[in-house]
């Protein structure tokens, strides 16, 4: 059964240090997300992104973040600086339609992000 | 605004018991969606209940909405240990879905 992957499983880094989260998307879905949560918190919208371009984005989703699809099956979340309260379970989540019929979303089993 | 918030937030209750977990959301919706996570997991999907639909069923799920009154249930019916977890409802606005706080529920063997 296609699955969406996500690594590493869990990264340990210094605050202030870049990180890339990666995931690959189920390879026929075109609409792609990532969610975080924090422990023990609810799981929150970070953004989509869809044909190459962010569709949407929450406030959390700042200019220390960014999101790239560099070869088509790779997507990837980019924190610039972390910071002590980027700490959480970040999750990649694709589906294959939105707009006005849209499907489940199918995630990773995240990438836990602990800044020191 | 707060969208998909479920009550209550835990239950335990006894195996082969139901459990009926509620979400209530604001705004409209395209659909809506139940999921269910594992301590320390990714999310599950598990049914999606379309706004022109009052009731589905799936297995031992059973899921309701109520788009006059902006809410919907989820029900387990005949629990099973396996089915320890934390529960999520999920509203649909097209270019997202927003999570609530989740319902934790415990099977007690």
Redesign the interface.
């Known amino acids: 059964e296609p699955e ?1 992957t996500q690594t590493p499983s869990h990264q340990v880094t210094q605050m202030g240090q870049e990180v890339i989260l990666r995931c690959v998307p189920i390879s026929n879905h075109l609409y792609f ?1 990532w ?1 975080r949560q924090i422990l023990g ?5 970070l953004v ?1 992104f869809y044909n190459n371009e962010i ?2 984005k929450s406030e959390i989703f700042d200019d220390q973040f960014s999101v790239e699809r560099p070869d088509g099956s790779n997507f990837t979340l980019k924190i610039r600086s972390t910071k002590l309260e980027d700490s959480a ?1 970040y ?1 990649c ?1 694709s589906r294959e339609t ?13 990438s836990r992000l602990t800044v020191l | 605004s707060q969208q998909g918030e479920e009550d209550p937030q835990a239950l335990s209750i006894q195996e082969g018991e139901n459990a009926t977990m509620n979400c209530s959301y604001k705004t409209s919706i395209n659909n809506l969606q139940w999921y269910r996570q594992n301590s320390g997991r990714g999310l599950v999907h598990l049914i999606l209940i379309r706004s022109n639909e009052r009731e589905k069923h799936s297995g031992r799920l059973r899921v309701t909405l109520d788009t006059s009154k902006k809410s919907s249930s989820l029900l387990i019916t005949a629990s099973r240990a396996a089915d320890t977890a934390s529960y999520f409802c999920a509203t649909d606005r097209a270019q997202k879905l927003v999570f609530g706080q989740g319902t934790r529920l415990t099977i007690n063997p």
Not at chain 1, 98 to 110: R, V, W, Y
């Open positions: 969406v997300y969610y918190q609810k799981v929150e919208f989509s569709s949407e379970m999750f989540a939105s707009g006005s019929s849209p499907g489940e979303l199918f995630f990773g089993e995240g």
